[in-house]
Structures are given as C-alpha cells and as structure tokens.
C-alpha cells in the first residue's frame, strides 16, 4: 500500500475535494484498491460519503486506542446512486479528534508519531492506495499521517495568502524523517485556477521560488466542485465532462507516472 498526504496549512484550498476525488479516479479510473483516510475534525470527507457518525470508531480512537483493530473502524462506501461500484473504502472523522490530538500529547506510554503507521500494518495488503485528507495544522494526527505517508501533494489556491506556511510545512516534513526517512513531496498544484493575471503571475513564482516541484496539471475553477459537494457525489460521478473532472484524472496520472518512476529505479 503507498500512502499519500494531502496536505497544505492554509484552509480553503481545495483539501478535501482534490483528496476525494484523487482517491475516486485512483479506484475508478486506475482499479485500485484504496482506503480514504479522514484526518480532519471536520469530518467533510465523512460527511460527504455518509460515513460521519459518533456511534463507531474512527481515526481518533485508531490514534488513542493501543491495540485496536483498524479494519473496525474503516466503512465501505457508495459513490453515487447511479455509479458503478469501486473499491473506495473510509476512515472516518468527527470532532473527538479534537480531544484525540491533546490524549496523544499526555499518553507517553506508546511511541505518539508511529500510532497511525502501525495501526495501517494489518490492512497495508488490501489496499494499493492510502490517501490522506489532513487538516491545516500541525496537530499530533497530521504529524502521525506524515509520518505513515510515502508521498505528500499540496495543493495551493492562488491568491494573496496563497504562499503562507508553505515553508512550514517543508521544514515539518523534514522533520518526520526522523521517523519516516522515505517521504517525498511529490510536487504542490494549483487549485480553483482562473485566467487571469493575478494566477499566471502566481504559477510564475511557484514555479521559481516555492522549493518544491509545481505539478504540470492545474485543477479549473468551475461551479461544478461546489455542486458535487452538495450532491455528494465525486466529480467523475456528478459532472464527468467539467474541467474540474478532466484535471482530477490527469493530476491522478501525472502523480502515478511520478510513482512509478521511483518505483522502477
């Protein structure tokens, strides 16, 4: 199972929406075997496959709960009433993961950066794909999914703040290689892109200066990510012709082929 993070300290740049459906077109359109995980109090990724809840366990108590079996908290899901099935399985989250992160700090007794890579041992067979929503921290529970995590995507809305903490964020994951040696920040990528000045001149400076990799795809802004939302449905599923769609699979296969490249060294 590879593991991928997504990952970027600022909110509202498209998290979530480029988590679910990298994990979708990894299993609908590549036949993978992929696992979601919910690393966000917030628990949208739950909400939108129907999986947010407070009646089973979810990621806060595979981080806080020694011993417990991961494969009892993990829910199958559906991805549209019309769409074929695929393999896309879900970690949920809800707001203990609030309380989850301050247990992990006062617990001593157990290794705190490891829980979440060791707890994945057991399912790492049935999966291809582990892909990561975090919250924008850097919380115990995002440290534990960089530490489980083989590769790290950022994805980046192109406005005035658009930059802040993207060296934080570098020098974080620098610092789990402590625990995890292999991670590698495969490249960050433009979300909800527009033509126009302010974006080009933006994509100019990343490509220059934001010392990491800028993706080739750029995800389109169209008011069919927001709707899909609503529908609770992926966007291969809602609106499967929309820009939106179109730059989610090729951003998809720009990450494999980077995969299989090291893959093939």
């Known amino acids: 199972m590879r593991t991928l993070s997504i990952i970027n300290l600022k909110g509202g740049v498209a998290k979530t929406i480029s988590a679910i459906n990298i994990a979708y077109t990894l299993a609908s359109v590549h036949g993978k075997r992929v696992l979601l995980i919910d690393n966000d109090k917030q628990g949208n990724t739950s909400k939108f496959f129907g999986v947010h809840g407070y009646d089973r366990a979810g990621i806060s108590e595979v981080l806080t709960v020694k011993g417990i079996d991961v494969k009892t908290a993990i829910q199958s899901v559906t991805s549209g009433k019309d769409s074929a099935p695929v393999a896309l399985d879900v970690l949920p989250a809800n707001m203990t993961l609030l309380r989850a992160n301050k247990e992990i700090l006062l617990d001593c ?33 995002v440290i534990n999914a960089l530490v489980a995590s083989d590769d790290v995507l950022i994805p980046i809305k192109i406005d005035k703040f658009a930059f802040d903490g993207l060296d934080q964020l570098l020098e974080q994951v620098e610092e789990v290689r402590d625990f995890n040696a292999g991670i590698t920040v495969q490249g960050c990528f433009a979300t909800m892109v527009q033509q126009n000045n302010v974006n080009t001149q933006g994509l100019s400076w990343l490509q220059q200066h934001a010392g990491v990799a800028l993706m080739k795809t750029a995800i389109r802004k169209t008011v069919r990510v927001d709707e899909s939302t609503f529908a609770g449905e992926p966007l291969a599923v809602y609106a499967g012709g929309s820009t939106a769609a179109k730059d989610y699979k090729a951003l998809t296969e720009e990450y494999l082929r980077k995969v299989d490249t090291i893959l093939s060294r």
């Open 109 to 141: 007794s157990w290794v705190q950066q490891t829980r979440l890579r060791k707890a994945l041992l057991p399912v790492a067979e049935a999966y291809d794909y582990c892909v990561i929503d975090n919250a924008p921290d850097l919380n115990m529970s």
